[in-house]
């Protein structure tokens, strides 16, 4: 469902990405594991177009959209949570998700988005603003699902949310891929909650993938020691 080929992104001078190839098939998760700083956030933001590459191709399906400026990517089928959620809080949570609806046909919020939520529909007229830390982060899932995408990538979506609400997004997440054909990209650290969603996991360091393991085949204690400052 997306493929990358020989990406690289820079920043001046410093090459963040360096050459990187990897493809992920329908309905897989696949976690992208790292420490700060090694990468995981600007190649992110440079799959959805958010800031330039340097070299590569991205492609969803057979569509190549790597040359395409974010809006359109979002039109051919990816959708990006940013870390930090970024909602919009002077929004309802109902106005929040509808601008996820602009460039798919029906205009209408789909009731399984809801059904992944249910908190969500209790508060569709409160501002996001107004919401808890992990509301918001359930928010800026059900804004991106609500451009019905092919492939989500999801930034950090653990960061500063509480125990409980880790665990609602982690069954969220597997019952997404339950109900929709979809690909679900992840960039993480806590490794409890990437055993819960994913069937593949890569680590990055310094912008490049360095391990790659199946979920059922990981070693806690490498992975681990790969996330240590």
């Known amino acids: 469902m997306l493929n990358v080929e020989n990406f690289a992104v820079s920043y001046g001078q410093s090459q963040i990405i360096s050459d990187m190839s990897f493809s992920v098939k329908p309905q897989e998760t696949l976690a992208i594991m790292g420490r700060n700083g090694m990468g995981k956030t600007t190649l992110f933001k440079a799959l959805m177009g958010v800031i330039p590459s340097k070299q590569g191709k991205v492609s969803v399906g057979d569509r190549e959209v790597g040359g395409m400026p974010s809006y359109q990517r979002v039109a051919n089928g990816i959708a990006y949570v940013p870390q930090g959620r970024m909602i919009f809080p002077t929004l309802t949570v109902l106005e929040n998700i509808e601008t996820g609806l602009e460039t798919t046909k029906d205009k209408r919020v789909s009731d399984d988005i809801y059904a992944l939520f249910p908190v969500l529909f209790d508060m569709r007229k409160r501002k996001g603003g107004n919401l808890s830390g992990g ?12 451009s019905n995408p092919k492939v989500l990538l999801l930034d950090e979506p653990t960061e500063g949310i509480q125990p409980s609400i880790i665990k609602d997004i982690a069954k969220a997440l597997n019952e997404i891929k339950k109900i929709r054909d979809i690909t679900i990209i992840v960039s993480e650290q806590v490794l409890s909650f990437t055993l819960e969603i994913a069937d593949r996991l890569l680590v990055i360091e310094r912008g490049k993938f360095v391990h790659e393991d199946l979920r059922e085949n990981v070693d806690a204690k490498k992975i681990t020691a790969y996330l240590s400052v």
């Open 135 to 146: 509301q918001q982060q359930q928010l800026a899932i059900a804004r991106a699902l609500s």
